[in-house]
């Protein structure tokens, strides 16, 4: 109930009266009560929801291209450039102040005879040694990492040396031949190598899915493609602060006859596509939240008119007008609260569920596995949007709990 | 003329003018009342002399353009809405003709509400509404709704919610308006009662002459003024 003015002036709220006279209310016109509760329901469900979502692609694109190294930068050819890299590339770049590693690599879609049948996948021709720079962490399972000199041997991904069970039931072992069909600039090759190492899991970062890859040193990756020249050339920075700095030397040295691509730089770029796609998301989720409010406005305007009579007792029996407000205020907050509560539930059951349903179709590529998606739901998150559900509810009930605080006494106990 | 404290209400040259665009309608016209504290007085008159507005100023629900109003006292002209209801809800309790019980409540809620308003703590809240159902003889019926209960039955709850803060001056508009004659006898019976026990003031707006004849005195308005008066009982 309201409040005693005491002889101070000052109101001491009986806050337990108030809920328990407002939730009597709300269970008087019941149908009305819960359609006006869902409405905010949806709304803060749905901003749970897709702000949950949103965060969730964030963190799987962010880790997926970090798995690439932030530190990263890879010079490409660029697309009707006939620029070849050789060995006098990969030194004008080992001399830019800053670059640590430079790795040239071959890169090329190829078929590996494995058991009886053919499982598909890619060939990376690169140092052996410099193989942790583009899968930093990478580990054998079985064996040694090739010899970098080698025009023999080969390290499989896992899932190269472990197919899927769907695809063959047979594995590779150490030491033994694997054929690998391969198209090249002289056709389609067929050619054997020597299995010396098997690489643990590691997953797919955006440009290359490490576990269906076959990793060879530069010489047999030569002898593979029949192919002098380095498809791109992968360059280590000191530090990621570089990254900008070195990107704009390697743009000096090649103009536009190459594509440079960093993972920083593109996560930069994808993350504030994300961001603004999630607040997108979260401003039409907000928009479904304050429609919610006009819902509330309503109702509570036709409740303050159906309860004018009531109204009237109120201040008969020594309410205030403040008091009077303050009990249709907290009516129409206290629908905000049940319907934030009802839809952070709600929206934390929706996000994990759609999440396992949009991971489904999120992947970088057909030759990739689907990535499965968490939502990111934040006890921020979850906080923010109560609160904001219960000031949805406040400032919808502002209006008419004024309207009702105005009512003169006097007429509404004449009310029929 | 006796000193002011020996009167509960005391209304001096007041003025009620409702104005509808430009046009004047006088409820009370420069009307002059006392009731004496432990007084009971019925107030009767035509539809449209002023007795309900009489009674609304008199329970400060509404205030007069111009004139004094003076409860148990206190000069209430200058208050403000917050002083007004707390003496609406210490000093003075309603009884209405449609009784006005809140549907939703039960009995007990119903008669409590002044006391929760007052921010009385909820055990002695109930007993003392318990007590003021007892009064009315509805102890029974304190789990009852409203629409549980027969019209009469309402109205003695709703006389349990006008005595329940045990105020100074107790106001009834037409409490019988809608009872029975047998009914309208139990209601006048109750309060004539609680004037008597309690000393509680009490003024009746009515039309019921059986009812007038109860109470100590009766005045007859007419055009917002005392046209006649009648003391029964000294």
Known sequence: MGSTPTPGGVNVVNLIDTLRYALSALRERRGRSILTILGIAVGSGLIISLVSLGEGINTVVTDRLMMLGANNIIVLPAQGSNIQFSDADVQKITRIPGVTVVAPFYLAVAEFQVGGTRVSGRVLGIDPMQL?????????????????????????????????????????????????????????????????GIYDKFGASVFFDADTAVVMPLPAARRLLGEMRYQAILVNTERVDLVEYIISELEGLYGRNVTVISPSTILSTVRSIIASFTIFLGIIASVSLFVAGLGIMNTMIMSVMERTREIGVLRSIGMTRRDVLFTFLFEAMLTGLIGGLIGVGVGVGLSLGFGNYAGNFFRFGPQFEP??????????????????????????????ARRAALIDPVKALKTE | MEPDNAFAIVLEDVWKIYRIGKTEYPALRGLTLMVRRGEMLSVMGPSGSGKSTLLHIAGTLDRPTRGRVILEGIDISGLDDSRLSEIRNRKIGFVFQAYNLINRLSALENVSLPLAVRGVPLPERRAAALEALRLVGLKDAARKRPLELSGGEQQRVAIARGLVGRPRILLADEPTGNLDSKNAMIIIDILRNINKTLGTTLVIVTHNPEVAERSDRIVRLRDGRVESEVTLHA
């Open chain 1, 132 to 196: 942790q720079i583009i899968f930093p962490g990478i580990k054998i399972l079985e064996g040694d990492s090739p010899t970098p000199t080698s025009s023999t041997q080969i390290g499989v991904g896992y899932k190269v040396a472990f197919p899927p069970a769907a695809v063959t039931t047979s594995r590779l072992y150490v030491g033994q031949p694997l054929t690998i069909m391969a198209s090249t600039a002289e056709g389609l090759k067929t050619t054997s190598f020597t299995v010396t």
């Open chain 1, 371 to 400: 990535i499965p998606i968490r939502s990111v739901i934040t006890p921020e998150l979850l906080m923010g949007t109560l609160l904001f559900a219960v000031l949805v509810g406040s400032v919808s009930g502002l209006y008419p």
